[in-house]
């Protein structure tokens, strides 16, 4: 019977089977040896005598968090302790469009701002919304806030992912109270969220699933220069119009994305964030 792999290690996983019903099951070594190791979210033939046989090819897969075949990933970004950053925000978006993942992007806290930041957070969201990308203005404490969002992930294999202390969980919550996912608590001292959720998991919401994933407090971008300079948020639709085919819009002559940058098309601050990550 087909299963998606839902939680678990590598001894054990609990799948949840195409007919709704849950299972432990063990993997057959043979099965790792030939296509290594398996991934929350893995799709997987499972026997009656509930022991993984088979993996079905991936469409996507991330190392960071561990999971796979996911339909959206949804960037979690607190605007309120933490502070928003502009840059963890575009340095997670460069991973993600490298996975080729679609990426939804999630303001939390933001009952906690003044006026004046609030606006200042929604003209960050519509300058994403120009790239593309989907974005969204929430509190836990405001179910208007919850039910655009509810609304978009329902039906859709889909990951909370964002740093520490940026309120995966308690989101999470405010979809489903039921799900009761343990909440961290942010660090004056530390400057930043304490670790809660220690591992990837699947929950069934609304004909789809949702994956609570470890926070971070530090990302290692795994690409090379030249893939930063394509998949680097809004920059893939100008790259192929600069004038060297290599062009890592720095200070290359004839550059589109630099061009673009003149005009305001694409964001100054963005753009620092961008030889940022180059010099990374």
Excluded: W
């Excluded at 090379?224 to 062009?247: T, W």
């Amino acid at each position: 019977m087909k299963a998606t792999i839902i939680q678990g290690t590598k001894r054990e996983y609990q799948v949840l089977k195409e007919d709704g019903t849950k299972a432990f099951c063990n993997v057959r070594k043979a099965l790792i040896f030939a296509s290594g190791p398996l991934f929350i979210g893995d799709e997987v033939e499972v026997s009656e005598l509930n022991t993984i046989d088979s993996r079905s090819e991936r469409k996507n897969l991330l190392f960071r968090p561990k999971i796979a075949n996911l339909d959206y990933a949804v960037l979690v970004c607190s605007t309120y302790k933490p502070g928003f950053s502009s840059y963890l925000l575009d340095k997670f978006l460069t991973y993600l469009n490298s996975c080729y993942i679609k990426t939804i992007i999630v303001f939390t806290k933001v009952d906690r701002l003044s006026e004046e930041e609030r606006e200042n957070i929604k003209s960050i969201g519509e300058y994403y919304a120009s790239l593309g990308y989907k974005y969204y203005l929430t509190s836990k404490n405001d179910e208007g806030s919850i039910s655009p969002l509810r609304e978009c992930i329902k039906g859709h294999k889909i990951a909370f992912m964002g740093q520490t202390g940026a309120g995966k969980s308690s989101l999470i919550n405010a979809l489903d109270p039921s799900f009761n996912r343990a909440i961290g608590e942010y660090s004056e001292a530390l400057g930043r969220g304490k670790h809660q959720t220690k591992e990837v998991v699947l929950l069934e919401y609304l004909g789809g699933l949702i994956g609570d994933t470890p926070g971070f407090s530090s990302f290692d971008l795994p690409l090379k220069v030249e893939e930063v300079s394509y998949f680097f948020p809004g920059y893939d639709k100008f790259k192929l119009k600069c004038y060297y085919s290599n062009c890592l819009h720095i200070n290359e002559k004839e550059c589109e994305v630099k061009r673009k940058v003149e005009e305001g098309i694409l964001s100054k601050e963005n753009y620092e964030n961008y030889l940022k990550l180059i010099k990374e």
